[in-house]
């Protein structure tokens, strides 16, 4: 396979090539080194899992990776989160959510502790070595912002870092009041490679170019991008007299009239904080012609939806889907290899690409 590098200097870097997009291996790889290794967002626990002994199946990476996992609120452990595929023949353990006191498997009975733990198994008394280890329920890890919740199956990314550094500055919301609102969700299904539509999110530069609402409720000189291990920052600016946020003092931006926080969490997940409240959007790879973008409002202050940066956020998706959809083409061309990044402006493409060509070199 080709080997892709993107200079650590901005200034001399090249952009991922046409290549990186056009390839099934590379696609494929980027499953196993990328996916795999992340964590993934599934929604907030008040919504997830609303009462005691609750259970709800989820597949890691819907429509890709699709490992299967369950999470429960447990009376005594709090919430646990396993493998939903049995010990025994592999069938699924829970189908449906809803209230289970036990976890069974429904196909020949094997049961575990709600730790985990392997407790019965009908007719195989006479097995010789058994239970082994590998008969226990698999535990994956979980993390939350707030009552966001985080899982990781195989997570090789310092989540807590992640968060903290989140937390910095919008750790002054009280994220347990946003409410998840149905009627300003929905998913799009874009005819583009899943990383093409993360670079466009990754930089402000187009918003002049291509958002003209957004662009006259920014600031566009004054936006600004902080990077930071797996994630990085974009902080809009209002441009006058549109919702700002309300900072206490000693906020690292007091004074400042913000109008959005736009974290990008490596590597599919953007955590858009308005001051009506946040919006999530989750990128998932269908293949790498097409993906699904998953849009998730959790509103706190209704009366400031319809002004500032967040109140047309269905009309920027439009416009982010043209011209990601354009560039997909675009790459398909075999005029065009690669590109360069403006060091100015386009720091949080450069640090993702970096990123990419990293795990795909097999490092971790
Ligand atoms: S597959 Fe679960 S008990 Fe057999
Ligand atoms: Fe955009």
Same mark, same amino acid.
């Given at each position: ?11 001399? @870097?090249?952009?991922?090539? %046409? ?11 980027? &499953?196993?080194?990328?996916?795999? =290794? ?5 929604? =907030? ?41 049995? *010990? ?10 809803? !209230?289970?006191? #036990? ?6 009975? #094997?049961?575990? &502790?709600?730790?985990? $733990?392997?407790?019965?198994?009908? +007719?195989?008394?006479?097995? $010789? ?13 979980? %993390? ?17 870092? !992640? ?19 149905? =009627? ?9 490679? /899943? ?7 990754? $930089? ?5 170019? !291509?958002? +003209? ?8 000189? =004054? ?18 007299? $549109? +919702? ?11 004074? &400042? @009239?913000?109008? %959005?926080?736009?974290? /990008? ?10 001051? /009506? ?13 097409? *993906? ?6 959790? !509103? ?6 319809? %002004? ?9 998706? #439009? ?46």
């Amino acid at each position: 396979m080709e080997n892709f590098h993107v200079d650590e200097d901005i200034k001399k @870097a090249e952009t991922l090539p %046409a290549t990186f997009y056009r390839s099934d291996e590379v696609f494929e790889l980027l &499953k196993e080194r990328v996916f795999k =290794s992340s964590y993934q967002w599934f929604g =907030s626990l008040d919504d997830l899992l609303p009462q005691e002994s609750y259970v709800k199946p989820l597949l890691f990476v819907e429509g890709h990776l699709e490992e299967p996992f369950f999470i429960r609120k447990d009376a005594k452990l709090g919430l646990t989160c396993f493998s939903n595929v049995c *010990t025994h023949r592999g069938n699924l353990i829970f189908h449906h959510e809803g !209230v289970s006191k #036990r976890i069974a498997c429904g196909y020949h009975g #094997r049961t575990w &502790k709600t730790d985990g $733990e392997f407790k019965l198994m009908p +007719e195989f008394k006479d097995v $010789e070595g058994f239970p082994r280890s590998c008969d226990h329920l698999k535990s994956f890890q979980t %993390a939350q912002l707030g009552p966001q919740l985080f899982v990781g199956i195989e997570p090789n990314i310092d989540i807590e870092n !992640v968060l903290s550094k989140m937390n910095e500055r919008i750790g002054f919301l009280p994220l347990n009041e946003f409410k998840f609102d149905p =009627s300003q969700s929905k998913d799009y299904l874009v005819n583009c490679h /899943w990383a093409l539509y993360c670079d466009n999110y990754l $930089e402000g530069f187009h918003i002049p170019f !291509v958002h +003209e609402d957004l662009n006259a409720a920014l600031d566009y000189g =004054s936006y600004t991008t902080e990077l930071f291990e797996k994630g990085s920052l974009q902080i809009g600016y209002s441009s006058g007299g $549109e +919702e700002v946020f309300d900072l206490p003092s000693g906020h690292p931006d007091e004074g &400042k @009239a913000v109008a %959005a926080y736009y974290y /990008w969490l490596f590597p599919n997940m953007m955590f858009n904080f308005y001051p /009506w409240g946040l919006s999530v959007n989750v990128v998932r790879p269908i293949s790498k012609n097409k *993906t699904r973008v998953l849009f998730r409002s959790y !509103v706190w202050d209704e009366s400031k939806l319809s %002004a500032g940066a967040g109140a047309v956020l269905d009309k920027v998706e #439009r416009e982010d889907e043209f011209v990601v959809e354009g560039v997909q083409k675009g790459l398909q061309s075999h005029t065009y290899k690669t590109g360069r990044f403006s060091p100015t402006r386009e720091q949080g493409v450069h640090h993702f690409h970096r990123a990419l060509a990293y795990c795909l070199k097999g490092s971790r």
